[in-house]
């Protein structure tokens, strides 16, 4: 069992920065792909970034050079760094974890980002 617990969202001004975190616990960080998705009102989920290994990365192509995913793995945290926001950016964004043998996937609880124009 993955447990994810996100912090760091919040109300922005359009080209401000934000800067989440996902802490996980309960297994073996180095055994899981990691990242965020973001879902919009009425939209569906949709992938922003992920991590595996703590160095290959993976990004929307839209957000590529805004936003940035980096992981501490002595203290099995993902940070996702976003900077340049836009109104766009407004979702709630949810840190998950899947195993990389199983794509067993576990997710966080969310949390709101709300870009002001």
């Known amino acids: 069992q993955v447990q994810l617990v996100e912090s760091g969202g919040g109300l922005v001004q359009a080209g401000g920065s934000l800067r989440l975190s996902c802490a996980a616990s309960?297994?073996?960080?180095?055994?899981?792909?990691m990242g965020w998705y973001r879902q919009a009102p009425g939209k569906q989920r949709e992938l922003v970034a992920t991590?595996?290994?703590?160095?290959?990365?993976n990004y929307a192509d839209s957000l590529k050079g805004r936003f940035t995913v980096s992981a501490d793995n002595d203290k099995n945290t993902v940070v996702l760094q976003m900077n340049s926001l836009k109104p766009e950016d407004t979702a709630v964004y949810y840190c998950?974890?899947?195993?990389?043998?199983?794509?067993?996937?576990?997710w966080g609880r969310g949390t709101q980002v709300t870009v002001s124009s």
């Open positions: 998950y974890a899947r195993h990389i043998f199983t794509s067993r996937d576990y």
């Open positions: 991590i595996i290994g703590g160095k290959s990365t």
């Open positions: 309960g297994s073996t960080f180095g055994s899981y792909a």
